[in-house]
């Protein structure tokens, strides 16, 4: 059974009816690359780090071209398609040929996802039954708030009592993910009480709540911080405890990136569960591990249950897959062992880092560990408490074994 993505290319911003508010790609400038896990050896900066990570695309792809890349895929394909999901930098209800996309998708008999769209293209309620129809079967629908005049406002949707009736719609029918950027004094408190109110009763399956960034330690490393000049924005703790309150209040699944999903405990739900932390391996060599200031004591906590072995050492950044060689610079390489692990999707050339990382004239290995250690929300919404914990078991005993074999003793 084979998943087949189908990219429809478009422009953040762009292709989707103009800037919301809020969206990351707003300011974003034109800084060099960053490096990254996939840049060859001899080379800082890949396509990824250049392009992909500003989602940085030409425009909606021509159908045609979508049409003759499905085809010449479903040919090397070896067995069925068992389900097709729709994406790219634009948003998918702004597509100018989605009806005649979906048809032509439609007639591969596969359930049909939309991985993420904000419902701004939805000018004509019927485009709900048309999808369904069709095979609609999961869509991720960012909501940011049920009253339509917010939606106007922030997001600058022409027709959001359209976009919302869509809305309603798939609620009924079909898996919906509702997702909302919360901007403190805009629509959390009420409000956004009131739009997790209004999806529990029309059936949708989850809402993941999303922290605003405006700074670049939370996150914004494309130069376009602030996003929203002046902005209030919730610490991290505050956030946390938006999500758990409302998450007792509803019944409909509610969790938070970058913390939390309280139904699973995750991110780093193996750190509350010290019967299959005995399971992991025990650690026997040395090395220091960089990592986000919030996932930092999550990992400590893991680690120093296996052993003395592993120096956990946070960067001034929230989140650690956003790292990059500003944060490395500010750490005092003193203060790490010979090896030294970064996170697998740091934005990081990985012989910077080295030099950076040595530059006190002790030369130390820098290695990138596993991809993600955990399941943030916006993965765990699909995935069972045992999924995750599954899932964090194989990430740490794949770190704890690159510590044992190439750490020092
Ligand atoms: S719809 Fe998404 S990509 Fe488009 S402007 Fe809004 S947040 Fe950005």
Excluded at 360 to 383: F, H
Aim: hydrophobic share 35%; charged share 25%; with cysteine.
């Amino acid at each position: 059974m084979t998943h087949l993505s189908v990219d429809i290319g478009g422009r953040p911003g762009i292709d989707c009816r103009g800037f919301c508010e809020y969206c990351y790609f707003k300011h974003v400038k034109e800084t060099a690359p960053f490096g990254c896990r996939y840049c060859p050896p001899y080379k800082k900066g890949c396509d990824y780090c250049s392009r992909s990570v500003r989602e940085y695309y030409q425009g909606f792809k021509e159908l045609r071209t979508i049409a003759d890349d499905v085809l010449a895929r479903l040919q090397v394909i070896p067995d069925e398609v068992s389900r097709i999901t729709i994406s790219g930098g634009g948003d998918p209800s702004c597509y100018p040929c989605f009806t005649d996309l979906v048809e032509l998708l439609s007639s591969m008999e596969a359930p049909l996802h939309i991985g993420y769209t904000s419902g701004k293209g939805f000018d004509d309620p019927g485009v709900a039954r048309f999808l369904i129809d069709s095979g609609l079967s999961e869509i991720s629908f960012t909501v940011f708030s049920v009253q339509p005049g917010l939606r106007k406002r922030y997001m600058h949707d022409p027709t959001p009592e359209a976009s919302l009736a869509v809305l309603e719609t798939f609620c009924g029918e079909i898996d919906v993910y509702a997702a909302c950027v919360v901007l403190p004094g805009v629509n959390d408190g009420p409000v956004l009480e009131e739009t997790c109110q209004w999806l529990e009763d029309r059936g949708a399956r989850g809402i993941i709540l999303m922290r605003f960034a405006n700074r670049t330690d939370q996150g914004l490393i494309l130069g376009n911080a602030p996003v929203i000049p002046g902005q209030q924005v919730q610490e991290v703790e505050e956030f946390r405890d938006m999500v758990t309150d409302l998450s007792r209040r509803f019944r409909i699944k509610i969790s938070g990136t970058p913390l939390w999903d309280p139904r699973i405990g995750s991110p780093f739900a193996l750190s509350k569960e010290p019967d299959l932390l005995k399971k992991l391996p025990r650690l026997e060599r040395k090395a220091s591990v960089i990592t986000g200031r919030i996932a930092a004591p999550c990992i400590r906590e893991i680690l120093s249950s296996r052993g003395r072995g592993a120096r956990v050492v946070p960067v001034e950044k929230d989140i650690a897959c956003l790292i990059t060689i500003d944060d490395l610079l500010r750490l005092d390489p003193t203060s790490l062992d010979p090896l030294v692990i970064i996170p697998g999707r740091a934005f990081v050339y990985d012989r910077e880092a080295e030099e950076v990382l040595s530059r006190d004239g002790v030369a130390r290995t820098v290695m990138r560990g596993p991809d993600a250690l955990t399941a943030d929300a916006e993965t765990s919404m699909g995935m069972t408490r045992n999924e995750v914990l599954a899932l964090e078991m194989d990430t740490f005993r794949d770190l704890i074994l690159q510590i044992n074999r190439y750490g020092s003793t």
